[in-house]
């Protein structure tokens, strides 16, 4: 089990968080569990409170072999005592991996972890010992369920979000539909699967519909959003602003530099700007 903490600031100022002046001195304690406010701030006439968050990942590779949902849910009281306040669950939509990011049809939540009622008995047992549960949000990527352009399977026909080749970006090699899509990746390229295009206004509605439904339908409170890379970091921040989640984080990772000789580079000055830059563009 793999455990992260952070301390982020509350409600929607949290992208103001860098103009505080005072670090933050307190450590989590009992007032802390839950995400409860542990340290005020006055900063530009705005009233701040620092949270911690204590999440895990509650899944490793090879747990859609022993029907994980039921499986968890007898572990939460034991993760509650821990004093954990967030658990990261795998992605729960159905897919095509049994580890669920190759994504399909998103509003189906029976995937190999388990059913949607035992997805949902684990959520309200999560709830019930104040440890939120964390979606993992795979959207960078969607495999298609019938031929389109060029006979690559990128369209989303006889299923919710039935896209079209117009969701899909022009820089997915054969998977893309190049004589339709005019929108190359605003990220990185994830290979052999059709890239989402996240510039059209469809799939931006769309995506925000589902994150709604995850939270206020079935009872999700927090988002990790798998493979940021994949896509502007623009769209992270409007999704997180139109769902509200209470707590979110991205994957995102900057590849390192290497000499000719394949030996790791001292200099990775590149690299640490690229990520910065990354963040910056998030907070804006």
């Not at 029907?67 to 004093?83: Q, S």
């Not at 052999?192 to 339908?217: C, M, Y």
């Amino acid at each position: 089990m793999v455990c992260h903490m952070w301390q982020l600031m509350s409600g929607q100022l949290r992208s103001m968080a860098p103009t505080l002046m005072n670090p933050i001195t307190s450590s989590m304690d009992g007032e802390g569990h839950g995400g409860r406010p542990i340290d005020p701030y006055i900063s530009n006439g705005f009233d701040f409170f620092a949270f911690a968050v204590l999440n895990c990942s509650a899944f490793n590779w090879e747990s859609h072999k022993y029907g994980w949902w039921k499986n968890l849910e007898k572990k939460v009281a034991y993760l509650a005592r821990c004093g954990l306040t967030s658990a990261w669950l795998p992605p729960a939509t159905h897919s095509f991996s049994p580890e669920g990011y190759l994504p399909q049809n998103l509003y189906s939540l029976d995937s190999y972890y388990g059913s949607h009622l035992e997805l949902k008995a684990l959520l309200q047992k999560l709830n019930q010992h104040k440890v939120r549960a964390m979606a993992d949000i795979v959207t960078n990527y969607r495999v298609g369920t019938t031929r389109g352009h060029g006979g690559a399977y990128n369209q989303y026909d006889r299923i919710p979000l039935s896209w079209n080749e117009h969701s899909v970006t022009s820089c997915c090699g054969e998977l893309s539909s190049l004589l339709i899509s005019m929108y190359r990746s605003t990220g990185d390229n994830f290979h052999g699967v059709p890239n989402i295009d996240h510039t059209q206004a469809f799939v931006w509605k769309d995506i925000i519909g589902w994150l709604k439904w995850l939270l206020k339908s079935i009872g999700f409170q927090d988002f990790r959003f798998d493979f940021a890379k994949g896509y502007a970091p623009k769209f992270v921040k409007e999704y997180v602003e139109e769902s509200k989640p209470m707590f979110f984080v991205g994957e995102y990772w900057d590849t390192c530099n290497y000499s000719p000789d394949y030996c790791f580079d001292y200099n990775q000055g590149q690299t640490i700007s690229a990520s910065m830059t990354t963040v910056n563009i998030g907070r804006s």
